[in-house]
C-alpha cells in the first residue's frame, strides 16, 4: 500500500515537472489546483439540487421550461460569467396530461404504462384490443398487411446492459418509429417493452414520430415487469387483451431558450471549448440524470477554472433547449453559428447521467494529439483512462456540429450501467447523484476544458469540410 502511494505521488510530481511543450510547468499547477478545488467544491451539487428542488421537470414549452430559462441565466450571473446570452429555438411542443392501463383478459390487473414523446390521445375511454406480440421491429416490420386491424401491435424487445449503453441505440429503432410501421399494418395503437434495464414498475417515456401520409396513431411503453407478464401469458397460448388511456395534446410549434454563459479567453477570445448539456427534461421525474447533472456540472467547471485564470481561449457552456424533443436547440445553435464553427477548438457533452467518468476520447487531428496525450495524462489521476481511438461519437446535442463540419469532438466516457434503470422515468430524481461521484464529473470536464482553452497548439478537427 506504501509502496503504490509513493508510486501514485511520484507520477503527480512527475506530471507537473515535465518539460512538456504544450504547457508550462505554472500552467500544468494551475490544472493541478483547478482539480483540487473541484474535488472539494459541491457547486455542481447545488446547482443541481437547486434546479431540480426549486423547478423540477423542464418539459420543454411549459412554464417549468421557461423557469429553467431564468434560473439558468440568474445562475451564470451569479456565477461571474463574463457574458450571458440567450438564443431562440422552437419545437413541436406536446403535453402529457394522464395516463393508465390494465390488461383486461385473460384476468384483470393493472399495466404501468406511459406515453411516448408526442403520443397523440386514445379517446376518453382508452382503446381496449387484444395484443400482437413481436420480438422486434423487423418482425413487426414482416408482419402481413392488414394483419394487425383492430389490434394493439406490442414489441416486447429488451435492452441489454452495459458500461457504455450499447444496448440502447438497437432497443431505440423500436420506440422512435414503432408507431408508424404498427399502423401502416393496421394496429388501432402501439405498446412497447420499455427502453430500459430496471426491475422497477416505472415505464420509460421517450422521443418517438409519425409520419406524413401515415395515421397516427397512440403509442406506449410499459414497465419491464409488466412487460414479462405479457410475454408469459402469450407463451401460454393466452388472449391478450389491454385498455390503454393517455390524454395528451400537440401544441403545434413553441418556443425556447438555448442559454449560454461564457468566460472569455485573453489571447483568442472568439475561439472557444464548449461544454454543455441540455437544460429541457422528461416531465415525469425531476431530470437530475438527464440532464441536470451534465448542466449543473458543466456551469461548476468553467467557475473553478475561472477562479484559477482565464485561459487563452474563451469557455462556453451551452445549455440546450428542447433535446428530449428531437435536439431542436442544438440545431438551432449549430445552424446560428454555422459561419464561425471553426472557432470550436474542441466540445464536450455532458448527457449520461452522474456516475463516473471512466474514459477520455478525442476526435482530432494528428497535430493535436500532443495536447490530447497531456489532457489525458491530467484526467489519469481522476481514474480516468486514455482510449486512444481517436474516434470519440460525442453527446447527442453535438450531432448537428458533427453533421455541419467535421468537429474536435472529445468524450468523457461515463459509467452507465445504472442510467438505463433510472433513464426518462418517474424515479430520475436527486437521490440517484452521488455527490463524490458528481465532483469527479466536475474535476474531469475542469481539466479537459482548462487544457484545450489554454494549450500551445489550437486543437483542430481530422479534417474540415469549410474553413
Ligand atoms: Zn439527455
Known amino acids: ?12 510530481s512527475m506530471t507537473v515537472s515535465a518539460n512538456n511543450s504544450e504547457f508550462t510547468a505554472k500552467q500544468l499547477q494551475q490544472v493541478d489546483e483547478v482539480r483540487t ?36 441565466k440568474a445562475k451564470f450571473d451569479e456565477l461571474g460569467f463574463d457574458k450571458v446570452w440567450l438564443e431562440e429555438a422552437t419545437f413541436p411542443e406536446w403535453r402529457r396530461y394522464s395516463e393508465s392501463g390494465k390488461i383486461l383478459t385473460p384476468s384483470e390487473q393493472p399495466l404501468h404504462l406511459t406515453a411516448l414523446g408526442n403520443s397523440i390521445s386514445t379517446p376518453k375511454e382508452g382503446i381496449s384490443a387484444p395484443v400482437v406480440l413481436f420480438e422486434t421491429l423487423d418482425e ?21 446492459r452495459d458500461i457504455d449503453g450499447n444496448g440502447y441505440g438497437p432497443a431505440v429503432k423500436a420506440r422512435a418509429t414503432g408507431a408508424i410501421e404498427a399502423a401502416k399494418k393496421g394496429a388501432v395503437a402501439y405498446m412497447m417493452r420499455s427502453v430500459s434495464t430496471g426491475h422497477h414498475r416505472f415505464a420509460h417515456t421517450g422521443g418517438s414520430y409519425y409520419k406524413e401520409g401515415v395515421t397516427k396513431i397512440p403509442n406506449v411503453t410499459i414497465a419491464n415487469p409488466d412487460a414479462d407478464q405479457i410475454a408469459r401469458l402469450v407463451a401460454l397460448n393466452k388472449d391478450v387483451s389491454v385498455n390503454i388511456n393517455v390524454q395528451t395534446e400537440n401544441l403545434g410549434e413553441g418556443t425556447g431558450y438555448n442559454v449560454i454563459g461564457q468566460f472569455n479567453g485573453t489571447e483568442n477570445p472568439e475561439q472557444y471549448v464548449l461544454i454543455g448539456g441540455h437544460l429541457d427534461s422528461w416531465d415525469l421525474g425531476t431530470g437530475a440524470l438527464d440532464d441536470g447533472a451534465g448542466v449543473a456540472l458543466t456551469m461548476a467547471a468553467a467557475k473553478h477554472i475561472s477562479d484559477v485564470k482565464r485561459p487563452k481561449r474563451s469557455i462556453r457552456v451551452v445549455l440546450f433547449a428542447a433535446e ?28 449520461f447521467g452522474a456516475d463516473v467518468v471512466y474514459g477520455f476520447e478525442s476526435n482530432v487531428n494528428a497535430a493535436s494529439l500532443p495536447v490530447v496525450r497531456a489532457i489525458a495524462k491530467e484526467l489519469a489521476p481522476l481514474n480516468i483512462e486514455y482510449i486512444g481511438q481517436n474516434e470519440a461519437k460525442g453527446g447527442p446535442d453535438l450531432i448537428p456540429f458533427k453533421n455541419a463540419v467535421s468537429a474536435p469532438i472529445f468524450e468523457l466516457a461515463q459509467d452507465g450501467t445504472d442510467y438505463f434503470d433510472y433513464h426518462h422515468t418517474a424515479d430520475d430524481t436527486l437521490d440517484k447523484v452521488t455527490p463524490a461521484k458528481l465532483r469527479q464529473n466536475t474535476a474531469a470536464y475542469a481539466v479537459f476544458a482548462l487544457m484545450a482553452a489554454d494549450a ?4 483542430k478537427p481530422k479534417a474540415r469540410t469549410k474553413e
Open 324 to 351: 428530449e424533443l428531437g435536439l431542436w436547440g442544438a440545431k438551432a445553435y449549430f445552424a446560428k453559428h454555422k459561419n464561425e464553427l471553426n472557432n470550436i477548438v474542441a466540445a464536450a457533452e455532458s448527457d
Open 1 to 12: 500500500m506504501k509502496q503504490l502511494l509513493t508510486a501514485l505521488l511520484f507520477t503527480t
Open 37 to 72: 478545488t473541484a474535488l472539494k467544491s459541491d457547486l455542481s451539487y447545488q446547482l443541481l439540487e437547486s434546479l431540480t428542488t426549486e423547478i423540477g421537470p423542464r418539459l420543454p414549452g411549459t412554464e417549468n421550461d421557461k423557469k429553467a430559462v431564468a434560473w439558468a
Open 140 to 160: 413487426l416490420k414482416a408482419a402481413p398487411a392488414n394483419s394487425l386491424k383492430g389490434k394493439i401491435a406490442y414489441i416486447n424487445y429488451r435492452m441489454n
Open 456 to 459: 500551445k497548439t489550437t486543437i
